[in-house]
Structure formats: structure tokens, C-alpha cells
């Protein structure tokens, strides 16, 4: 999970376990006192669950998890862990039980245990392990051979009782930090997090590997909440999902630079009344300064920090001037991603909606997503996204948290992000799987006067005001940057790199040029117009001054007569709007706060007019395209490709008889291995990266089936539904109530 410095994030808590089911496989369980001062367990799984006694089987902390306190007694009240995850989670890895017998064991009757066994998901077996390290649950629960970078490391130190914090990019592997120390410690990992749309999917996910999970939110009813809530006491779920409303937890942590939310200052109390369980805190997109700010308010001042390599090599930064930017996206996408699935993110309401139509009506299937669509739709739009081939989702910022689709093939923004840890974490949800995925941009003179206006409108206080203006120049830097994109991406957050040769400043180096010349032409204009006439305009008024256009408003305000009229032709309109750009990014100019994008001078202005400042710009040069070609089996021995197809085409089929998301089966990497290697056994098979114990079980013999060429038709046969055939989901009426430019007179927003 990924966040903005915080958004998306989910807080895991994962505590004692009340007891093994006398059903469930067996794990041996020590016996602790009740206090809190106990040892980590690191060696007992969740396969090894031992049938025990009714006592200890009802110890999991005070009252019935009926109510939202109750909950967070019997949840968190033992020694298992918490923490939470995305931008600023916590996780904890579990501890003994302890031996307090649980007032609610009276409830939990042998009919409310058939009840919960009945609400967990059942579409995907079960297996029994014998792994009693992390080494050994990797392997055969979820069937990876190898740990990534530094994630052993991590899970060792949470497994052996300590705190961490994890900075980790998107798709570097964060779930599994927390998973691992959950299954392996006693107890049962409890995952808090907000992203309840997502609870449904992350919890098949853990199922399709065999692990018991579920989950509490506001979308269930009485019955089954009290039906997972009895299975936990029965010591029959290895990982619990909550909503924040069930327990009282942080959706970010940090004020600088996102959204604060006070809930997660919470989870230090949880600390103060269990400080033994262990607590993990990971995000995608913290700065040295928002990673500091983490650890002070959710008291982790003893946590181990590890900090991952920042870089996504597979993805490809774009970022190009916005002149038509959807006849930008459509070239995009059918050039290079034809079929593919991405997200378009818009910054309003109402250009969702009209981004998705148009794509629509160019044969895209694109479905809007936006906090102004009821839940119903909202919830239907994301779930075919997830378990659907090739749409793209066109979406607010509000859309993306916890997304796991490993196969988004590019993400591209039609408005400039408002912060760079904004656009390294959206962009992050490409290539998710390490194939090859696209990172785009369309930037122009309005995004900057848009931003700055909305900064000057915000109702924050002069020191926020001065942070977003901060986190702005920051993103207009990357924007005007002629060195590498990603460089300067990684400086942002204190990493070092060299050139990458994989964006567009490595692969079309763009020259620069003396802009000294015009910038002082456009700044002497701005100090005669309010100098002399006390008038203040935007940069189109002005611009048409500079190129000496005789427009009916020009006339009217007897702007022909000023001594700058018609003094900037050797720029054309285009170019001229490209130099007010980057005199904006540069600081050389500002936009007033009169409401209507005007104009002025900064204290920087000054010493370009006097010719005491040279000023670089950035030319434009041709952008080249990539070749169009379907991700999936791009490197691929052409001997290889139509076995991955069959594949594909099977596993699409079962994830809509499974109601589950295509990754649940297996991912396309998995695929990919299966295609390469033609098992013809279950051991061969079981050798191929992401087939663990519980999916070799479950699919194996199919598998092997189409392997042996016995299996479905190819995926033009019976895979998902052609891109023409998926019907947007779209309203009737386009909101215009966002867009920042309405209430100004369009004469002043000539951009």
C-alpha cells in the first residue's frame, strides 16, 4: 500500500489468539502470564494451532468485541501485534496469550462458531503447513522461494519483538512484513485499516493462499459481524481486517503536506496499554521530515528504521506540455497501451466525467470514479476494474489506496499532482507486477495558476499556506527539470541515483536556452500596466499584448498604446505561454491573490529586470512514443506466448467463477513462470514462483491440464470481455460545481 504521506494507510494490529479451533490444523501455543512481559514465539505457525483447553481458548483480553471497545479488548488485548501500514501504518507481530479467561466464552456457543466458520470465505481451500519459520511460510504459503531486498530483515526484527518503521515503495512488498510476523507469532494479526471497499479483496487474497482471514466493517450486518467476531474467539481467523470505526486508528499521522486525520494519534494509547506487542510502521512516500513526524506521534522513538530504495526501475516518467489533454491520453493509450488497464487521475469532479465519456465514446472503457458518485456505483466501478481486463479508471486522488492490480499498465494525470510524494504514490499503482508500465504527465500554465490559486483560497493558516506553496515548487521543479526525472525524484526523498535512461529527459534530452530577453519584456509589461494604468491581468491579456494582437479587448482597454505592444513576436502563442510557465515554476512571477489569475512581480523579478539574473528555460523537443505492444507476454519466447494466453484466458474464468480479482488466482509473473517452464507435475509446478501449498492444491491439476494443451480455448474464446463490449457505467448530468475556473471571467482565464 501506497500513500501520499498517508493516504491508503491501514493500522494492523495483531494480537493473541483466544484458542485453535478443535477443527483447525495445530500450532503449538505457550502459555504466559497476564501481564504483558512475555516473550516473541517467533517459531510457532499457523498450521501448527494446538487443540487446547476451553481456558485457554478463551483468553483473549477483557469484554465481548460486540462493541467498538470490546473489540479493541479482544482484538488487541494479548500479545500478538499490531500495526498498520500504507503511508503511515503500524503493524505488531503477536505475542503469548494471556491466561485472563475472557468473560465472552459463555457466548460463544457451538452453533455461533458454525455461524462464523459459514462467514468466512470458503471459494479457496485450506492447507496445512508444517513451516514454522518466515523462510518456510514464504515458501509454502505463499509460494515466493526468495525474500526481496530488505524484507527478511524486517520480518526477522518484527518477528523477534521489535518495532520498525518501513519506508518502501509501492509494490516493493510491504504486505508481507506484516503478514509473515502475523502467522508466525501467536496470535491473530489484526489489520486496521480504512480502505473498506478493499477489505473483501485482500481478504480472498489471503484465503487464495490458505491463510484464515476475514473481516469487520460498516458494510456487514449484526449477524455476520457477530459471526466473525465469535470465530475470532474461537481461534479460527490468522488475520482480522477492521474499519477504523471498530478501533480507533490513524489514516495519516503527518499534517505536512496531506490530509490529517487525529484517529491515528490513537495508536500510541494502544502502545501505552500493551507496550510488549511489537508494532511495524510502513508507507511508500515519506520525507526524511514526514518520517520523523511518524515516529514521534505514534511513539515508535525505539523502532528500527529501514528504508528500501525509493527507485521503480520498470516505470517509464513522461511528462509532456498540455495542449489537447485528452487527445494527449487517447494517443497514449492507443499507441502504447492498447488494451491495457490504467488510471487517469483529474484533479476535479467534473473533468472525471468528462475524461471518462470521451474516452468512452473513442472506444476506451473508462469508468469514472469520484467521492461524488454514490457508494453503490463507486463500489461497482472499482470492482470491475479489479477483476475485469483493460478498463481504465478515471478517478480523484480519492481512488488508488490499497489498490493491489498488479497489471496496471500506466497511470497517467491530466492535472498536475499537488505534491511530489502526491505523484510518486499515484504513479506507483503502475507496474506493480515489474513489467514494463508508464508514468504520464500533461502539464501547462493553467495547472500552476490553478494550484496557486487554490492555495491562496484554502482556509489554512499562513504556515500551511507556505508548506503547500513549498510542496508545489517542488513538483514544478521535477516538472522544468532538463535533468534526469528520476534523479531528482529520488533527491526528493534522500536518495542518490544516477541517470536512468527510462524517462523522457534521458531519452529526449531538452535543450535549454537564454530566456532572459523575453522574460524581461514579459515583466516590463506587467509593471507599466500596473504602474501606469493600476491594472492587473492574466497571462493571456498579456501575452496578446506581447505579440501585438489587435483583439476588440486590446482596443477597448487601449493596451495598443502601450510602449511593450507587439515587442514579443519572435515567440509564438504557445511559446510564449511555455516561458510564463516556467517564470511561475522558477518564482520569478506569482499569481496574485485577486481571485482571478492575475499577474505580479516577486522580490526575484527585480534583479531579471535589471539584467544582474540570467534565466534558463527549458525547450520542448518531440517526445518519442514507444512501439505499441500488450505487456503480458512482451519477453516472452514467441514459443511461450500462446501458452500464456491459455493461461490467461483460464485464470480470467476462474476469477469470475471465484468472484475474485484475476491476481487472486495467480499473478501474470506466476503466468509468466508457468509459460516458461511447462510443468508437467505438481513438484515441477510447485517449484514455479507464486504457487504456494494452498493454490497447488486448488489449481494445480487445471493448471497442468492446460499445460498438457487439455484446457481452455484461447483468451480471445473465453477471457474477458473485449474492451468494446464493457459498457462505461457513466451518469447523465456532468457536476461542474469544482471546477476552480467558473466564478472567474473567462477573459481574465485566457490560458
Request: proline letters at 7%; aromatic letters at 6%; glycine letters at 8%.
Amino acid at each position: 500500500m501506497s500513500a501520499s504521506p498517508c493516504s491508503g494507510s491501514t493500522a494492523r494490529c495483531s494480537s493473541a489468539r483466544p484458542s485453535a479451533s478443535p477443527t483447525s490444523s495445530a500450532r503449538p501455543r505457550a502459555r504466559a502470564s497476564s501481564s504483558c512481559a512475555s516473550r516473541s514465539c517467533a517459531t510457532s505457525t499457523p498450521r501448527e494451532r494446538a487443540s487446547s483447553s476451553s481456558s485457554s481458548r478463551g483468553s483473549s483480553g477483557a469484554a465481548s468485541p460486540s462493541s467498538s471497545r470490546a473489540s479493541k479488548n479482544a482484538t488487541c488485548g494479548s500479545r500478538r501485534a499490531w500495526a498498520s501500514s500504507g503511508h503511515c501504518g503500524t503493524r505488531t507481530t503477536s505475542s503469548p496469550p494471556s491466561t485472563t479467561r475472557s468473560p465472552t466464552r459463555g457466548r460463544t456457543s457451538r452453533a455461533s462458531r458454525r455461524r462464523a466458520r459459514s462467514a468466512l470465505p470458503t471459494n479457496l481451500g485450506r492447507v496445512t503447513t508444517t513451516a514454522t519459520t518466515p523462510q518456510q511460510v514464504l515458501e509454502s504459503v505463499f509460494g515466493y522461494p526468495a525474500f526481496r531486498g530488505e524484507q527478511q530483515a524486517i520480518i526477522e526484527h518484527v518477528v523477534g519483538g521489535g518495532d520498525a518503521l518501513v519506508l518502501m515503495p509501492t509494490g516493493g512488498g510491504k504486505s508481507l512484513c506484516y503478514q509473515i510476523p502475523a502467522l508466525v507469532r501467536e496470535g491473530v494479526g489484526v489489520v486496521i485499516s480504512p480502505l473498506i471497499a478493499l477489505m473483501k479483496d485482500q481478504v480472498d487474497a489471503l484465503e487464495a493462499v490458505g491463510v484464515r482471514a476475514a473481516f469487520l466493517n460498516s458494510t456487514q450486518g449484526p449477524d455476520e459481524r457477530r459471526a466473525v467476531e465469535a470465530a475470532l474467539l474461537a481461534g479460527e481467523v490468522d488475520l482480522l481486517y477492521m474499519a477504523p470505526e471498530r478501533v480507533t486508528v490513524p489514516h495519516c499521522v503527518s499534517q505536512w503536506g496531506h490530509d490529517f486525520r487525529p484517529d491515528y494519534l490513537a495508536l500510541s494509547l494502544l502502545h501505552e496499554r500493551w507496550p510488549s506487542i511489537p508494532r511495524i510502521a510502513l508507507t511508500a512516500t515519506a520525507t526524511a521530515e514526514t518520517a520523523t513526524e511518524i515516529v514521534q506521534r505514534l511513539d515508535l522513538g525505539q523502532a528500527r528504521r529501514f528504508v528500501a530504495s525509493f527507485d521503480r526501475p520498470n516505470i517509464q516518467y513522461r511528462i509532456e506540455p498540455k495542449n489537447q489533454p485528452v487527445q494527449q491520453l487517447l494517443q497514449l493509450i492507443r499507441t502504447e497501451h492498447p488494451g491495457d488497464a490504467g488510471i487517469v487521475y483529474c484533479l476535479s469532479r467534473a473533468s472525471v466525467e468528462k475524461t471518462a465519456i470521451a474516452l468512452a465514446e473513442h472506444g476506451i472503457p473508462a469508468l469514472p470514479y469520484h467521492a461524488g458518485l454514490d457508494a453503490a456505483t463507486r463500489s461497482n466501478h472499482q470492482s470491475r476494474f479489479l477483476r475485469e481486463e483493460g478498463i481504465v479508471m478515471v478517478a480523484t486522488i480519492a481512488f488508488g489506496m490499497g489498490i493491489d492490480k498488479p497489471d496496471v499498465r500506466f497511470v497517467a494525470h491530466l492535472d498536475l499532482p499537488k505534491s511530489v510524494e502526491g505523484y510518486y504514490q499515484e504513479t506507483g499503482r503502475a507496474g506493480r507486477d515489474g513489467l514494463p508500465a508508464t508514468a504520464w504527465l500533461a502539464y501547462g500554465l493553467q495547472d500552476v495558476v490553478q494550484q496557486r490559486q487554490m492555495i491562496d483560497r484554502s482556509e489554512g493558516t499562513p504556515a500551511y499556506k507556505r508548506r503547500m506553496s513549498q510542496l508545489l515548487d517542488a513538483m514544478l521543479a521535477l516538472c522544468e527539470t532538463v535533468e534526469c526525472r528520476r534523479v531528482q525524484l529520488l533527491a526528493y526523498f534522500g536518495q542518490s541515483s544516477t541517470a536512468c535512461g527510462n524517462c523522457d529527459t534521458c531519452l529526449a534530452p531538452p535543450e535549454s536556452w537564454d530566456g532572459t530577453v523575453p522574460a524581461q519584456k514579459l515583466l516590463s509589461t506587467i509593471v507599466r500596466l500596473e504602474r501606469e494604468r493600476r491594472q492587473r491581468y492574466g497571462a493571456g491579456q498579456l501575452i496578446d499584448i506581447l505579440l501585438g494582437k489587435r483583439t476588440p479587448r486590446v482596443e477597448q482597454l487601449g493596451h495598443a498604446d502601450l510602449a511593450t505592444f507587439g515587442i514579443g513576436t519572435e515567440l509564438n502563442d504557445q511559446e510564449w505561454r511555455g516561458v510564463v510557465r516556467q517564470l511561475l515554476a522558477q518564482g520569478l512571477l506569482a499569481v496574485h491573490g485577486d481571485g482571478y489569475g492575475t499577474l505580479v512581480l516577486t522580490e526575484s523579478s527585480a534583479a531579471v529586470l535589471s539584467g544582474s539574473r540570467e534565466v534558463r528555460l527549458r525547450r520542448e523537443v518531440a517526445r518519442p512514443t514507444r512501439s505499441s505492444k500488450r505487456s503480458a507476454p512482451s519477453d516472452l519466447p514467441a514459443a511461450a506466448a500462446p501458452l500464456f494466453e491459455r493461461l490467461r484466458a483460464w485464470r480470467a474464468a476462474t476469477a469470475r467463477e471465484l468472484g475474485a480479482p484475476a491476481y487472486v488466482v495467480f499473478a501474470d509473473a506466476t503466468l509468466r513462470g508457468i509459460a516458461l517452464t511447462t510443468p508437467s507435475t505438481l513438484d515441477e509446478l510447485s517449484t514455479v514462483s507464486g504457487v504456494g501449498a494452498a493454490k497447488l492444491e486448488k489449481f494445480g491439476d487445471a493448471v497442468l491440464a492446460i499445460v498438457r494443451g487439455d484446457g481452455p480455448p484461447a483468451l480471445g474464446d473465453s477471457a474477458a470481455p473485449a474492451p468494446a463490449s464493457v459498457e462505461p457505467d457513466l451518469p447523465s448530468y456532468i457536476p461542474d460545481d469544482d471546477i476552480p475556473y467558473d466564478d472567474i471571467p473567462p477573459e481574465e482565464w485566457n490560458l
